[in-house]
């Protein structure tokens, strides 16, 4: 079946533009992460939803990111007024997530920002 | 809190060779652990998890890791290298139960050579 996918794969801004970085889990996937991978802070983890339940923001940098998940589905990572710091990869894992148990996160293949 | 720490950004192995890819973690609470690779522009796979069960944990593509509580390790192991394996991997860290927000090591990549 299908994977993660992400869009677009690769995006190049000014600074001070704002960005839509778009996120499709896989079918059914109740979970759904946004983390970055930079080069001087490695993988981190940005903001996390599950079904219903308010998300948990505590990873995003400043309040110049944000993200919605519409419809228990489809995501949207907004950073607005782009910095050059900002420039990274952002990848989107959803999981199922039932209850407490574990289940595997799966990736998607990331969005390359650049901000120039 | 909860951090891991990979020793090593690169490791290089020469084809046949073992592979051992270092990990020790700190967390306050029973942990989960990953091991992910993540192939040139590509996004990350799964190579194995341990989620409290055996210790010895067996993943995909021949590798595997062990737990050692008393170390706090998990280290990545490989008897014999391929030059499939070339990539980057990378250690995580979560909670046990609850949701499963992921803290990841630096990374290690590893380079294989003929």
């Known amino acids: 079946g299908a994977g993660v996918s992400q869009s677009p794969s690769n995006k190049v801004t000014e600074k001070g533009k704002d960005v839509e970085l778009r996120c499709d889990p896989i079918?059914?996937?109740?979970?759904l992460y946004w983390y970055r991978q930079s080069l001087g802070q490695g993988l981190e983890f940005l903001i996390y939803f599950q079904g219903n339940s308010a998300p948990d923001k505590s990873g995003l940098p400043s309040d110049r990111f944000s993200a919605e998940r519409t419809g228990g589905s489809v995501s949207t990572l907004t950073i607005q007024r782009t910095q050059q710091e900002d420039s990274a990869v952002y990848l989107c894992a959803s999981s199922l997530d039932r209850g407490g148990s574990l289940n595997e996160q799966f990736f998607g293949p990331g969005t390359r920002l650049t901000v120039l | 809190a909860q951090s891991v720490t990979q020793l090593g950004s690169h490791v290089s192995v020469s084809e046949g060779a073992l592979v051992l890819l270092r990990c020790n973690y700190s967390?306050?609470?029973?942990?989960?652990l990953f091991w992910y690779v993540q192939y040139p522009n590509q996004g990350l796979q799964l190579l194995l998890k341990?989620?409290?069960?055996?210790?010895l944990v067996k993943g995909i593509n021949g590798f595997e890791a062990e737990f050692k509580k008393s170390e706090t390790s998990f280290h990545l192991t490989k008897p014999s290298a391929h030059m499939s394996d070339a990539a980057e991997y990378f250690c995580a860290v979560s909670r046990s139960g609850g949701y499963n927000k992921l803290i990841f090591g630096a990374g290690t990549r590893l380079a294989v050579h003929p």
């Open positions: 079918s059914g996937h109740t979970a």
């Open positions: 967390s306050s609470v029973p942990p989960y």
């Open positions: 341990y989620t409290s069960a055996a210790t």
